[in-house]
């Protein structure tokens, strides 16, 4: 039996919205971290849908978790991604950010480089592929980022360490950007240059000029919504300036 992409879609929209809701619900007043419950069921829907059998050869099941696991992941990068930043940055404290940049910078930046580095050379020498040092280093991007959403709700739930939580969340606030250029990086020189050789000279040289890149932009952005605001903090900004 098929059926529309557009009531799969929609289906797996309103399923995924409403199951949230009742387990953030249920776990209210639980230690269970919300976002690992989440993770079991998603792990057991794929389980249901790969090994017990179906009596058809296409169940509505089976085409809602096909369709969302073969989404293109461009629509995640450039959709999901940037509104997750957005919300994170917006909602953060400026004046605990700033005081605590350094130890942001050097978790989102060295820190990822150092994890992204031990995690390549853990694959290279332990893992039986014999994957390229790129491929490694690649891997290492992509798994080195993590993610303390549930962290961070747990912090805000039993602790009132502010300073703690804006830490935590200010680098992964940065190590995503770190690690997108990084995992764009080894994957070009994995399939532009076909090449297992690691320059890493130009790849350094790369890195900076994307990150340095990406700041201008940013600061420039920045000074535009401050100084075109129609509110009274944007006005006192740029007549101050």
């Not at 300073?163 to 995503?176: M, P, V």
């Not at 201008?216 to 952005?221: D, K, N, T």
Request: aromatic share 10%; charged share 10%; with cysteine.
């Amino acid at each position: 039996m098929e059926h529309s992409t557009g009531i799969i879609i929609l289906l797996f929209i309103i399923s995924a919205l409403l199951i949230g809701s009742v387990m953030r619900y249920l776990l209210k007043n639980t230690n269970i971290p919300y976002t690992v419950a989440l993770l079991v069921i998603g792990l057991i829907v794929g389980f249901i849908e790969r090994y017990l059998p179906s009596e058809q050869n296409s169940s509505l099941l089976s085409d809602i978790v096909t369709s969302v696991s073969t989404i293109d992941p461009h629509l995640i990068l450039f959709l999901f991604l940037p509104t997750l930043i957005f919300e994170s940055a917006f909602a953060i404290e400026s004046h605990l950010f700033r005081r605590t940049f350094t130890q942001i910078s050097l978790l989102a930046v060295p820190g990822l480089i150092l994890s992204t580095l031990l995690t390549a050379v853990m694959v290279k020498y332990l893992f039986p592929w014999d994957w390229s040092w790129p491929l490694a280093l690649m891997f290492g991007a992509l798994i080195s980022a993590t993610d303390p959403v549930a962290v961070v709700a747990l912090l805000k739930e039993i602790s009132s360490r502010k300073r703690l939580e804006t830490l935590i969340e200010g680098e992964s606030l940065l190590n995503d950007g770190t690690a997108i250029v990084m995992f764009t990086l080894f994957y070009t020189m994995i399939t532009v240059t076909n090449s297992s050789s690691f320059d890493l000279l130009s790849v350094s040289l790369e890195f900076l000029w994307v990150v340095s890149l990406g700041l201008i932009i940013g600061l420039l952005l920045g000074w535009i919504v401050m100084c075109c605001g129609t509110g009274t903090g944007a006005g006192t900004y740029c007549s101050s300036k």
